[in-house]
C-alpha cells in the first residue's frame, strides 16, 4: 500500500476506534442519567383503578354492586366520514349534532362522546361499524334498591369517585387502594400497557341497615310526606341496645342510579346533618336531670292550673289547660308550665350537664360522613334562657342525637354509638373486620332510665299527648315533640313552621327497636302528636311483625321453648 | 495472504451483518406498525426485507461471478445509467417525494433510490479512470474530469434535496483521487473552494437546525434536538447488556426513523454496548478484509482492482461511520441508513454487490482455480487414514 492509503486507512480505522469511544461514553459512564431520563419519558404511574366492593344490607341483599358498561368515545384524526358518523350518533345518543359534529372534525385524538351507555344504544353505535368510533368497557356503580336507602349507601360519580355516605366513608375499604402501576407511554403519550388490574376487587362492606325496615320507613315516610305536604322529614330505626342503625331515611330522597338528577339539598342526610330545636322531645333532660339529682318523684304535684308561666318578660303557655299533675303528667301531657316550673328550681347547669351526659352538643360518632355536633346556647344564664331549655329551644340537635338519647333510656342508660356499618368482608366474601363500636358512657343510671322508661310509656296511654302512638299488642315509650321551626334567614321564629317529631321504642319493656320520626313544615295540622306519631305507629307495628316480635299479651310469652340437643344434628 | 476461492471472512462477515439487520428490522417495526396502520401487518416490514435480501443476494451472485474485466467496460454505461435514473426521480409521476424530498424512483412493488447506485457508479468509475493509461497524478486534467462528474452529481442531490448524500459522494471521490496521489495543492485548493458553498447551504434554517442541535442537543430536547437526545437515551438506557432483544421503549414512536437511520441506537438499547461495539468492529473488520484484497491487488499490479476494492472498502466504511456519527452525535443529523442492517432495499441492493464484486476481487486472480480434484483427492486420503485406525467399523 501506497503511503497515502495507510494514512486514510489509518484514518477510518481511527474512525472506528472514535465511534467505540463515544459509545462506551454514552452507554456505561453515562448509563444512569439516560436511564433516569429513560424512564422519565417512557413511564408514568397511574393510580391502580379497583372495582369497588359489594355492599350488603344486614341480611345479604345487595346495595351497591359493579356492571361492566359501554364507553363510546371517538378518534377524529381517524375518522374518514365525520358528517354521517355525527348524524347516526346523534340520532341514537340524542346529543346535539352540531356539538358532534364539532368534535369529530376537530382532527383530535382520544375524546370522550359518551361514558357509561345504555347497553341498547351501545350495541346499535357498535353494529354501525364506524371508522374513529370505539368503545372502552368501564366499570359502573350500580344500586339494585335505587332510592331506597340513598341517603345511607351513597353514591358515586361517573369516573366512580366517592360522593355521600357509605361510598365516601369507606371509600378506602370499597377501593382497597392498590397503589400505583407504572404503565408504558409511547412518544404520543399514549398508554402502551394496560393499568387496570381487572381482577383487583376492592374489600365488600355489610351494612346493619336492614332493607325490610327500610322499605317499611320509607314508605310510611312517603306517605306522611304526601299527607301533610311536609318540606322535610326523616325517620331514623336504631336497635337500641348496639347503636346499629336499622332504617335511616330522609325526604327529599334522590335516585343514585341518575347521580345527575340529584341536588346536594336532595343528597342532604337531614338525620345527622340537620339541626333542628327539637322542642318537647327535649323534656327527657329536664325529667332525667331532676330525677338524677333526686329533686322530684313521679308523684310530686305540680300546679299548671294557670296554663300559663310568665318567665322574665315573656309568657309561655300550655297547648291545652291542664289543672295540676304529677311529675309524671307533666311529662305525658307535655306541659310547658310544668316543665318550666321544674326546670327553674333544678337550675341551668343541671340541665346543660344532663344534656351533655345524653351527648347533645357533640357528634354522635356515627359513621356517616356530614355530622353535625349542634350546641347548647352558652348565654348567660338567665332565668329565660333556663326555662327555654327546659322545653327543648336555645339547642340545635339532630335527629339521631335525640334518638340516641331516648335509646339510653332503652337499654337502661347507656349512651351508644350509632353506625351504618357492621362488617368489613374479603373481596371472596370471608368476613375481615367486625365493627362494634364500644359501649358508650352513662347518660343516666340505671335506676332513673327504669323509672323515665315508666314516664315515657305513659305518654303514649289514652290520656297521653301520643296516644296515636300506641301500637296494638306492644308498649310504646316516646316523647312528642312540636317545635316552632327557626327561619333559615332571619334566624328568629318563623309563624306558623313547625318540626313535628315523636321518638321512642318498643316494646317498651323490652325495646327492638328505637325510632324517630322528625316531620318539617307540616300543613294542616303540627302537634308531633298528630303528625308524627302515626308514623311512628305505622312504622312500629309493620316492623314488629317484620321482625316476628310477639305481642306483650301473646300466650307465648310464657311458654318456655326447649330445643331438644338432639335435634341439633 | 492467498484465498483458496474467495475471502470468507468477508462474506461471513456481511451475511452476520445482514442476519443481525434482519432481526432489528423485525424487532423495530413489529410492535408499533400494526397499532399505527390498521392494514398492515407486524410481518410487512420483515417480509419485504426478506425480499429484498433474495434479490441481493442474486444481485452479489450475478457481481461475483463478473469478471473485473467486464466491470472496468460497464464503468461509464453504469455512471451513464445511474445519472439518468437520478433524473428520472424529477420526472412527475416516477418520482416519490418523502417529505420535503424527492429521493425514490417509482418502481414496482416498491422504489429505488438512485443515489446509492451513483456511489457504486462512481467508485467503478474512478477506478478505472484512476487506473487508465492516461492517467497521470499531478496533471489538472486528471484531477479536473472526476471532479466535474462528482460535482454535477453533488448539484442533482442537493436539488432533490439529499445534502447527506452529497457528503458521501465527496468524501468518497477525494478519498479515491487522494490515494491515487493527486496533488494534495489541487485538494487544498477545492476544498477551500467549497467552503463558502458549504455555509451557503448551511443557511438553509433546518439545516442549521440540525447543526445547533448536534452541538447541544439537551438545549432543545424537544424540538430541534429531540432525535439525537432520543438516541442517546436509547443508547443509554442500554448499558452493558442491554434491555432485552424486542425490549426498547425509544422504538415506540421516541426514536425517530427507528427501523432505518436510526437502527443502531435500538440495537444499542435492546443489546447493549457489547454488541453494538461488536456490530462496529464487525464494520471495522470488514474494511479490514477490504484493504487487504486490495492491497494484495496493487501488489500484483492490478491497479483498476486495486482502486475497485479501496473504493468499495471505503464506499461501505463511509457510510457506516456517519451512520455511526451520526447516531452517536458526532456529526449533525442526517438521513443516511447503516448499511446491512437498516430496512432499505436500495442500500441494501448496492452494499451487497459491492461484496459480491469485492468477493470476486479476493478471487487471487484467475488463475488459481478451485481444485475440486484435489480436495477430493485429499478427503479419500483421510478417510483411508482413519480406516486404518479405526477400522471398517466408523
Given at each position: 500500500m501506497n503511503k497515502r492509503a495507510v494514512i486514510l486507512s489509518t484514518i477510518i480505522a481511527f474512525g472506528f476506534v472514535l465511534v467505540l469511544v463515544r459509545l462506551a461514553d454514552i452507554m456505561l459512564l453515562n448509563h444512569e442519567r439516560l436511564s433516569r431520563a429513560a424512564r422519565l419519558q417512557q413511564v408514568v404511574s397511574r393510580d391502580i383503578e379497583v372495582a369497588r366492593g359489594t355492599i350488603y344490607d344486614r341480611?345479604?341483599?345487595?346495595l351497591a354492586v359493579n356492571v361492566e358498561t359501554e364507553s363510546l368515545y371517538c378518534e377524529p384524526k381517524n375518522m374518514d366520514a365525520p358528517g354521517k358518523a355525527a348524524a347516526m350518533i346523534s340520532k341514537l345518543t340524542a346529543i346535539e349534532h352540531k356539538t358532534l359534529l364539532k368534535t369529530f372534525s376537530s382532527g383530535r385524538g382520544f375524546t370522550w362522546?359518551?361514558?357509561?351507555?345504555d347497553p341498547d344504544v351501545a350495541g346499535h353505535i357498535k353494529r354501525?361499524?364506524?371508522?374513529?368510533i370505539g368503545f372502552k368497557t368501564e366499570l359502573q356503580r350500580f344500586y339494585?334498591?335505587?332510592?331506597?336507602?340513598s341517603h345511607v349507601v351513597g353514591l358515586v360519580g361517573i369516573d366512580n369517585q366517592p360522593l355521600e355516605a357509605v361510598e365516601l366513608r369507606y371509600d378506602d375499604t370499597l377501593r382497597k387502594p392498590g397503589g400505583m402501576v407504572m404503565v408504558l407511554r409511547d412518544a404520543s403519550g399514549?398508554?402502551?400497557?394496560?393499568?387496570?388490574?381487572?381482577?383487583a376487587r376492592g374489600n365488600s362492606i355489610v351494612l346493619t341497615v336492614d332493607s325490610g325496615l327500610q322499605y317499611i320507613v320509607e314508605e310510611e315516610l312517603q306517605e306522611a310526606m304526601l299527607k301533610w305536604n311536609a318540606s322535610n322529614a326523616v325517620a331514623v330505626m336504631m336497635?337500641?341496645?348496639?347503636?346499629?342503625?336499622l332504617a335511616m331515611s330522609n325526604r327529599p330522597t334522590y335516585d343514585p342510579n341518575s347521580p345527575?338528577?340529584?341536588s346536594s339539598q336532595m343528597r342532604?342526610?337531614?338525620?345527622?346533618?340537620d339541626l333542628y330545636?327539637?322542642?318537647?322531645?327535649?323534656k327527657l333532660v329536664m325529667a332525667a336531670a331532676a330525677i338524677e339529682a333526686g329533686a322530684?318523684?313521679?308523684e310530686d304535684r305540680f300546679d299548671c292550673s294557670k296554663g300559663s308561666i310568665k318567665v322574665g318578660k315573656w309568657t309561655i303557655k300550655d297547648s291545652h289547660r291542664q289543672g295540676v299533675l304529677s311529675f309524671k303528667e307533666v311529662v305525658q301531657k307535655s306541659s310547658n308550665v310544668g316543665t318550666i316550673m321544674i326546670g327553674l328550681e333544678l337550675g341551668r347547669n343541671k340541665m346543660v350537664r344532663q344534656a351533655e351526659n345524653f351527648g347533645?352538643?357533640?357528634?354522635?360518632?356515627?359513621?356517616?360522613?356530614?355530622?353535625a355536633k349542634g350546641w347548647i346556647t352558652r348565654e348567660s344564664p338567665s332565668e329565660v334562657a333556663t326555662a327555654s331549655l327546659s322545653i327543648g329551644y336555645g339547642v340545635a340537635v339532630t335527629p339521631l342525637q335525640v334518638l340516641r338519647a331516648y335509646s339510653a333510656i332503652a337499654n337502661g342508660g347507656v349512651l351508644v354509638t350509632p353506625h351504618v356499618v357492621s362488617e368489613i368482608r374479603t373481596p371472596?366474601?370471608?368476613?375481615?373486620i367486625e365493627l362494634k363500636p364500644d359501649a358508650g358512657?352513662?347518660?343516666?343510671?340505671a335506676k332513673t332510665a327504669a323509672a323515665l322508661k315508666e314516664i315515657l310509656m305513659?305518654?303514649?296511654?289514652?290520656?297521653?299527648?301520643?296516644?296515636?302512638?300506641?301500637v296494638d299488642g306492644n308498649r310504646v315509650a316516646g316523647k312528642t315533640g312540636t317545635a316552632v321551626m327557626r327561619?333559615?334567614?332571619?334566624g328568629g321564629y318563623s309563624k306558623g313552621k313547625y318540626a313535628s317529631s315523636f321518638v321512642g321504642f318498643v316494646?317498651?319493656?323490652?325495646?327492638?327497636m328505637a325510632l324517630i320520626v322528625v316531620i318539617y313544615d307540616p300543613k294542616g295540622g303540627y302537634y308531633g302528636g298528630l303528625v308524627a306519631a302515626p308514623v311512628f305507629k305505622n312504622i312500629a307495628e309493620k316492623s314488629l311483625a317484620y321482625l316476628n316480635v310477639p305481642r306483650d299479651?301473646?300466650?307465648?310469652?310464657n311458654i318456655l321453648t326447649v330445643r331438644a340437643e338432639g335435634s341439633r344434628q | 495472504m492467498p484465498f483458496k476461492t474467495y475471502d470468507r471472512w468477508l462474506l461471513t462477515t456481511a451475511l452476520l451483518l445482514m442476519g443481525f439487520g434482519t432481526l432489528m428490522i423485525y424487532s423495530s417495526t413489529a410492535v408499533l406498525t400494526p397499532a399505527k396502520e390498521k392494514?398492515?401487518?407486524?410481518f410487512h416490514y420483515f417480509t419485504n426485507h426478506l425480499f429484498t435480501m433474495m434479490v441481493s443476494f442474486a444481485m452479489m451472485y450475478a457481481a461475483y461471478r463478473l469478471r473485473p474485466e467486464t466491470l472496468r467496460k460497464l464503468a461509464v454505461p453504469l455512471l451513464v445509467l445511474s445519472l439518468a435514473l437520478l433524473l428520472l426521480v424529477f420526472v412527475p409521476g416516477m418520482g416519490v417525494t418523502a417529505g420535503k424530498a424527492k429521493r425514490w424512483l417509482r418502481l414496482w412493488p416498491s422504489t429505488f433510490q438512485p443515489s446509492e447506485l451513483v456511489k457504486l457508479a462512481m467508485v467503478i468509475f474512478l477506478a478505472r479512470f484512476m487506473s487508465g493509461?492516461?492517467?497521470?497524478?499531478?496533471?489538472f486534467y486528471c484531477f479536473a474530469v472526476p471532479v466535474s462528474v462528482m460535482l454535477m452529481f453533488q448539484c442533482i442531490f442537493l436539488l432533490q434535496p439529499d445534502f447527506g448524500s452529497t457528503m458521501t459522494l465527496g468524501v468518497l471521490t477525494l478519498s479515491m483521487l487522494y490515494i491515487s496521489g493527486i496533488r494534495m495543492r489541487y485538494l487544498l485548493v477545492l476544498l477551500a473552494l467549497a467552503v463558502p458553498v458549504v455555509i451557503k447551504l448551511l443557511q438553509e434554517p433546518y439545516r442549521l437546525a440540525r447543526i445547533t442541535a448536534f452541538l447541544?442537543?439537551?438545549?432543545n430536547a424537544r424540538g430541534s434536538g429531540f432525535q439525537l437526545v432520543q438516541s442517546f437515551i436509547a443508547l443509554g438506557s442500554g448499558?452493558?447488556?442491554?434491555?432485552?432483544?424486542?425490549?426498547?421503549?425509544?422504538?415506540?414512536?421516541?426514536?425517530?426513523?427507528v427501523h432505518t437511520d436510526f437502527i443502531f441506537s435500538m440495537v444499542g438499547e435492546e443489546l447493549g454496548f457489547i454488541t453494538a461495539s461488536a456490530v462496529v468492529a464487525l464494520f471495522a473488520f470488514m474494511f479490514l478484509r477490504g484493504i487487504l484484497i486490495a492491497d494484495r491487488n496493487r501488489n500484483t499490479g492490478e491497479m483498476f482492482v486495486y482502486y475497485l476494492a479501496f473504493g468499495l472498502s471505503m464506499m461501505i466504511a463511509i457510510q457506516a461511520l456517519v451512520n455511526f456519527f451520526v447516531v452517536t452525535g458526532?456529526?449533525?443529523?442526517?438521513?443516511l441508513p447503516l448499511p446491512f442492517?437498516?430496512?432499505?432495499g436500495s442500500s441494501l441492493l448496492v452494499n451487497m454487490t459491492a461484496v459480491g464484486i469485492l468477493l470476486n476481487l479476493s478471487r487471487?486472480?484467475?488463475?488459481?482455480?478451485?481444485q475440486a480434484v484435489d480436495r477430493f483427492k485429499e478427503a479419500m486420503r483421510k478417510k483411508k487414514a482413519r480406516r486404518a485406525v479405526y477400522g471398517e467399523g466408523i
Open positions: 341480611r345479604g341483599r345487595e362522546i359518551r361514558r357509561k351507555l354501525l361499524e364506524l371508522e374513529g339494585p334498591e335505587g332510592r331506597l336507602m399514549m398508554q402502551i400497557s394496560e393499568g387496570m388490574d381487572t381482577q336497635n337500641p341496645y348496639t347503636g346499629e342503625i345527575a338528577e340529584s342532604r342526610n337531614g338525620a345527622v346533618a330545636e327539637p322542642g318537647s322531645t327535649f322530684v318523684r313521679p347533645f352538643g357533640e357528634k354522635t360518632g356515627i359513621d356517616l360522613p356530614g355530622e371472596e366474601g370471608y368476613p375481615m358512657k352513662r347518660a343516666v343510671s305513659a305518654v303514649t296511654e289514652q290520656d297521653g299527648t301520643a296516644f296515636e302512638a300506641a327561619d333559615g334567614n332571619s316494646p317498651a319493656e323490652d325495646p327492638k299479651d301473646s300466650v307465648e310469652q | 392494514s398492515i401487518s407486524e493509461q492516461g492517467y497521470r497524478a499531478d496533471r447541544n442537543p439537551w438545549e448499558g452493558l447488556t442491554g434491555v432485552g432483544l424486542g425490549n426498547s421503549r425509544q422504538k415506540l414512536s421516541f426514536l425517530p426513523e458526532l456529526a449533525p443529523t442526517k438521513g442492517i437498516s430496512y432499505g487471487d486472480g484467475q488463475e488459481k482455480k478451485p
